[in-house]
């Protein structure tokens, strides 16, 4: 087994022995979703509030480790593999702070979400920048639209921007911490905004090259 498939199991298992530990200090309906003022609004069973995540992460692990095998370009993926795997990895950290401060809240230890999202979206954010930046052209990572599949150098420039992009976006989200009445905002409009921007931008990249291949069969 691969160290970081290794590490990965070792995170899916940890998140169900997490559970099993909780299940007696946890009451029979848990808070387990926030408004966006740090409020609860959500409540769930003790049974699918303890296990929801971990199923959850359970499942994106196993979709994340089949994507490199069926990738039609996945000779692309092996490439920058080691920034994908670490990808998997922190999603699955975060993943579970997220579960234990769930489990935390329903203890009576109070930790405001609009504190601990932002912190760790901020930092996933700031990675997805990193593996955004080292991706290669592949159907399942990165920024994909009709025109960075179409070429290997609007992906690449695509990409790298919003690579750069997010890296803003995830100190963006980190700043939200401070201000946890607008947190939502500070997650919110910059990753959307980059979705649109890039989306646009690879548009007329893919563009600009049919106009400049048009001139060279032209000369």
Do not use: C
């Not at 200090?25 to 848990?30: A, I, L, Q």
């Not at 995540?53 to 370009?73: E, N």
């Not at 025109?147 to 700043?175: E, P, Q």
């Amino acid at each position: 087994m691969r160290k970081p498939t290794a590490i990965i199991t070792g995170l899916v298992l940890l998140s169900f022995i997490i559970s099993i530990f909780f299940y007696p200090h946890v009451p029979e309906s848990m808070a387990t979703h926030w408004n966006s003022q740090g409020e609860v609004d959500g409540y769930m069973s003790k049974l699918w509030g303890l296990f929801f995540m971990p199923v959850m992460i359970t499942g994106l692990a196993v979709l994340f480790l089949v994507i490199p095998r069926i990738d039609p370009k996945k000779e692309n993926i092996a490439k920058f593999r080691k920034y994908y795997d670490g990808f998997i990895i922190l999603l699955i950290f975060f993943l579970l702070a997220v579960h234990l401060h769930t489990l935390l809240w329903n203890t009576g230890i109070r930790i405001s979400p609009n504190v601990v999202l932002p912190a760790g979206i901020g930092i996933l954010f700031y990675y997805i920048g990193i593996l955004m930046e080292n991706a290669e052209r592949n159907w399942f990572i990165g920024i994909r639209t009709p025109w960075t599949l179409s070429s290997d150098r609007v992906w690449r420039k695509t990409n790298r921007l919003g690579g750069k992009l997010f890296k803003a976006a995830g100190i963006a989200a980190l700043l939200g911490a401070f201000f946890p009445e607008l947190t939502f905002y500070f997650i919110l409009i910059p990753a959307l905004s980059i979705g649109g921007f890039t989306v646009v931008y690879s548009y007329l990249e893919y563009q600009k090259e049919l106009k400049e291949a048009g001139s060279q069969i032209k000369t």
